[in-house]
């Protein structure tokens, strides 16, 4: 019995190895030397996992395996938070590979559940924009895709419009956009522009989607509203006093889930997170420790029944709860 044990332990150390070499190389880009640091072994040996890797059907262009460490704590996450859904990518050996991993797995997901005639409302961020890496673009008839944030008059390449529209030219789908700033001057502009009948049926369409895909931002100066100006980093000491441990869809929440009172968030044009409670599916995609605080008050403030996230991420949220995976 010992000796069975033993192997099967074996057997998963080297399962487990083949998964996260998998990612390391074809997801977070690191080469073969990397990766050999990075799990304690020979190149030589890296070369023979990712060819078994390949063999065995773990990559296809894609990665179609957890290790039994994510398998573990996708079950911690389900059961803590009562979740439909929880996957989670092994954490990045470097911080600012994060997005892309975690986007990747989003991306992933979302090609695997969408269907004919769906109804599909995006968010925006770093993270959304790597999920295009992971999608795999096919035609899908009668799907509409809808942008739950107003845009910006200069971005990069994640300007919330600009996120919703390649999401729809993957599948063919009808694209509709919340053409107003994601920012506006006053409360008072806001409230007009929501009065206008083409906004409010822009918000009625969002609020009935089949499927939504957000991501979450954390409250510090490398999050993408302080990274791009649109939130002056002046603000974010009035943040943290009022509450503040996140966004979600640019909205700053506390650990709670619920809105802080702030001048900014009188001030932005998208759709509220009270609002995503009419939605089919709300997934929220974000990963690293450091976001562990907003992703938990994420998941409170929309519902959400399916999380993508990273092993650190996971972690941390578990241990908050009193929960530890090895």
């Given at each position: 019995?010992?000796?069975?044990?033993?192997?099967?332990a074996?057997?998963?150390?080297?399962?487990?190895?083949?998964?996260?070499?998998?990612?390391?190389?074809?997801?977070?880009?690191?080469?073969?030397?990397?990766?050999?640091?990075?799990?304690?072994?020979?190149?030589?040996?890296?070369?023979?996992i990712?060819?078994?890797?390949?063999?065995?059907?773990?990559?296809?262009?894609?990665?179609d395996a957890?290790?039994?460490?994510?398998?573990?704590?996708?079950?911690?996450l389900?059961?803590v938070?009562?979740?439909?859904?929880a996957?989670?990518?092994?954490?990045?050996?470097?911080?600012?590979?994060?997005?892309?991993?975690?986007?990747?797995?989003?991306?992933?997901?979302?090609?695997?559940?969408?269907?004919?005639?769906?109804?599909?409302?995006?968010?925006?961020?770093?993270?959304?924009?790597?999920?295009?890496?992971?999608?795999?673009?096919?035609?899908?008839?009668?799907?509409?895709?809808?942008?739950?944030?107003?845009?910006?008059?200069?971005?990069?390449?994640?300007?919330?419009?600009?996120?919703?529209r390649?999401?729809?030219?993957?599948?063919g789908?009808?694209?509709?956009?919340?053409?107003?700033?994601?920012?506006v001057?006053?409360?008072?502009?806001?409230?007009?522009?929501?009065?206008?009948?083409?906004?409010?049926?822009?918000?009625?369409?969002?609020?009935?989607?089949?499927?939504?895909?957000?991501?979450?931002?954390?409250?510090?100066?490398?999050?993408?509203?302080?990274?791009?100006?649109?939130?002056?980093?002046?603000?974010?000491?009035?943040?943290?006093?009022?509450?503040a441990?996140?966004?979600l869809?640019?909205?700053?929440?506390d650990?709670?889930?619920?809105?802080?009172?702030?001048?900014?968030?009188?001030?932005?044009?998208?759709?509220?997170?009270?609002?995503?409670?009419?939605?089919?599916?709300?997934?929220?995609?974000?990963?690293?420790?450091?976001?562990?605080?907003?992703?938990?008050?994420?998941?409170?403030?929309?519902?959400?029944r399916?999380?993508?996230?990273?092993?650190?991420a996971?972690d941390?949220l578990?241990?908050?709860?009193?929960?530890?995976?090895?």
């Amino acid at each position: 019995m010992a000796l069975e044990e033993e192997a099967r332990a074996t057997t998963e150390l080297v399962a487990d190895a083949k998964v996260r070499a998998a990612w390391l190389y074809y997801v977070e880009g690191l080469t073969q030397e990397q990766i050999a640091e990075a799990l304690g072994l020979s190149r030589v040996k890296v070369v023979r996992i990712l060819a078994a890797a390949r063999n065995e059907g773990i990559v296809r262009i894609r990665i179609d395996a957890r290790s039994a460490r994510q398998a573990a704590l996708e079950r911690g996450l389900v059961t803590v938070f009562g979740l439909d859904e929880a996957i989670v990518v092994p954490a990045a050996r470097d911080a600012a590979n994060v997005p892309a991993l975690v986007g990747y797995a989003a991306g992933l997901w979302l090609s695997d559940m969408l269907k004919d005639s769906m109804s599909l409302a995006v968010g925006w961020g770093e993270t959304l924009h790597q999920a295009l890496r992971g999608m795999q673009p096919r035609q899908i008839e009668a799907m509409s895709v809808v942008s739950l944030l107003g845009g910006l008059t200069h971005s990069r390449s994640i300007n919330p419009s600009a996120v919703a529209r390649r999401v729809a030219d993957m599948f063919g789908a009808d694209c509709f956009q919340l053409t107003a700033p994601v920012f506006v001057s006053s409360a008072e502009i806001r409230d007009a522009l929501w009065r206008e009948p083409t906004l409010r049926a822009l918000r009625d369409r969002a609020r009935a989607a089949d499927v939504a895909l957000l991501s979450i931002g954390s409250l510090g100066r490398d999050s993408t509203l302080f990274r791009e100006g649109l939130v002056p980093e002046s603000d974010l000491e009035s943040l943290r006093a009022a509450g503040a441990v996140g966004d979600l869809l640019c909205h700053f929440i506390d650990a709670e889930g619920r809105p802080v009172d702030h001048p900014v968030n009188r001030r932005i044009m998208a759709v509220s997170p009270s609002d995503l409670t009419g939605i089919g599916l709300v997934a929220i995609a974000g990963g690293g420790a450091n976001k562990a605080p907003a992703i938990r008050a994420a998941l409170r403030a929309s519902a959400a029944r399916v999380l993508i996230t990273d092993e650190s991420a996971a972690d941390a949220l578990l241990a908050n709860m009193g929960q530890k995976h090895d």
